[in-house]
């Protein structure tokens, strides 16, 4: 995958072409005066330069030139506009608006414009680089605006509060924003590269100098803010989240043509789950609960999570998804888990995995009828990828081919199919409309980037 990487300014178009596959730099230059009379300058990998005086009336004269330096002449490193797949624009100030990057739609650009009070000499620069953008390369490109203040986003109201009358936030958006936010969040994980640690357990400076300078505070605590700020977005009540002297928990996932791989920190806060008299009271009026093995790799955590377990009303589900990972599993802890449940979640790959830990022979489907009979379970839900998902009750199968979608990633998708089935179950779905229901959400986040997009509101008005 190539990435053009675009930053405007109100008479300058810099860019960078970008090899994913390896986030090596193919070409950068500069495209400078604008509007006046216009100069270009090219850099290739391999040390090519072209430099030339050129008229830019505009930036999309601009545009128009960098195309034709990137496909001809002595700075040619691509043989055609169609080998990049997609471009990233710089954006100054998304406001409280926009916490991450975003696919650019007309809806996105009026809120850029309505932003720029906030940064009148950048967002209007910005705007012009995205129009030139889509005139050149068409709308059909994809273009994508990655803010500097989204880095910030996660900064309390002690942070980016000033003493001011608060009518001045109210009214015209007055408060402290953060800016340069790309490059604080490179220079803070490069510290914690080079001082070999992970940056959840830091605390940094960062300092962005230059002609324009900022410095921030980066906080081991921030991924937990963000967190919380998320649930509270979505309407979820983070009451029951426990607050300890650990760094909040952090999975580092590699994507893979959309699959992922997880390297998963140790000694977080979800090793040390604390044991409440909040979490028992929500425990005994819970409908179902889900848990696995990850979150017991740790002894404190996993007494907590079987002393809630115990106060568990006996008709709720008791949802075991095992998600094997890295080391944190036994056969040992996955036999008490799953005298614990009765709902069993496992992927095929995980199920020949236990084939041997149970000493298993036979068919997938003996083997998951051997699970439900030994455990007593009331379900059983097998996931195989891409090719289909089959869940097991005592009294029927249903066997569901996995639909065919543009995969974008696959994180969270397991997570959605179980709250699907969990609340279509909860709401006396029968179990084939649960399962299809199931399916369809899964399908969907996986068309969308992240764990946890907004679902369209005719997959949400199913699962009532």
């Not at 920190?265 to 929500?282: C, Y």
Request: aromatic share 8%; net charge negative; with cysteine.
């Amino acid at each position: 995958m190539k990435i053009l990487v675009i930053n405007a300014g109100s008479s300058s178009l810099k860019y960078q072409l970008i090899n994913m596959e390896d986030e090596s730099v193919i070409a950068k230059g500069n495209c400078d005066r604008i509007g006046i009379d216009g100069h270009i300058k090219h850099t290739t990998f391999d040390g090519r330069t072209v430099e030339a005086d050129c008229k830019f009336p505009t930036h999309t004269e601009a545009f128009e030139k960098l195309v034709e330096v990137l496909t001809t002449g002595e700075g040619k490193v691509i043989d055609s506009v169609s080998e990049i797949d997609a471009i990233g624009h710089r954006v100054v100030h998304g406001g409280e608006k926009f916490k991450e990057s975003c696919l650019i739609t007309p809806e996105v650009v009026k809120a850029i414009h309505d932003l720029s009070p906030l940064a009148p000499l950048h967002n209007p620069a910005a705007i012009l680089g995205i129009e030139a953008s889509y005139k050149v390369f068409g709308q059909d490109k994809p273009n994508v605006a990655v803010f500097d203040t989204a880095f910030h986003s996660t900064m309390p109201p002690k942070a980016y509060m000033y003493a001011i009358p608060y009518e001045y936030y109210e009214k015209y958006g007055v408060r402290r924003y953060g800016f340069h936010g790309t490059s604080h969040k490179y220079v803070s994980h490069r510290a914690a590269e080079f001082l070999e640690e992970p940056i959840e357990r830091l605390k940094l400076i960062t300092c962005h100098l230059g002609n324009g300078s900022s410095i921030a505070a980066v906080d081991q605590g921030m991924f937990g803010t963000e967190i919380i700020q998320e649930l509270d977005k979505n309407g979820i009540d983070s009451n029951y989240i426990s607050t300890v002297e650990y760094p909040t928990g952090s999975v580092m996932v590699e994507l893979k043509n959309g699959i992922p791989s997880y390297t998963i920190i140790e000694g977080v806060a979800w090793d040390h789950i604390p044991l409440t008299q909040a979490s028992i009271d929500l425990m005994k009026r819970a409908d179902a609960v889900c848990f696995g093995t990850l979150a017991q790799r740790a002894a404190e955590s996993r007494e907590t999570l079987r002393t809630l377990l115990s106060y568990m009303p006996s008709h709720a589900l008791r949802f075991f998804d095992i998600n094997i990972r890295q080391h944190f599993y036994s056969k040992e802890l996955i036999e008490s888990l799953l005298e614990l449940a009765n709902v069993f979640k496992i992927n095929d790959e995980e199920l020949e995995m236990l084939r041997p830990m149970f000493g298993l022979e036979g068919t997938i489907e003996d083997m998951c009828r051997w699970f439900m009979k030994k455990y007593g379970l009331r379900y059983l839900v097998l996931t195989a990828g891409a090719e289909y998902s089959t869940i097991f009750s005592e009294e029927e199968v249903s066997t569901i081919p996995t639909p065919k979608v543009q995969v974008v990633d696959t994180v969270g998708a397991g997570d959605s199919f179980s709250g699907a089935f969990i609340s279509s179950i909860l709401t006396g779905k029968p179990l084939r409309e649960a399962h299809e229901k199931a399916v369809k959400v899964a399908a969907y986040v996986c068309t969308q980037s992240g764990a946890m997009p907004e679902l369209p509101v005719v997959l949400k008005d199913r699962l009532l």
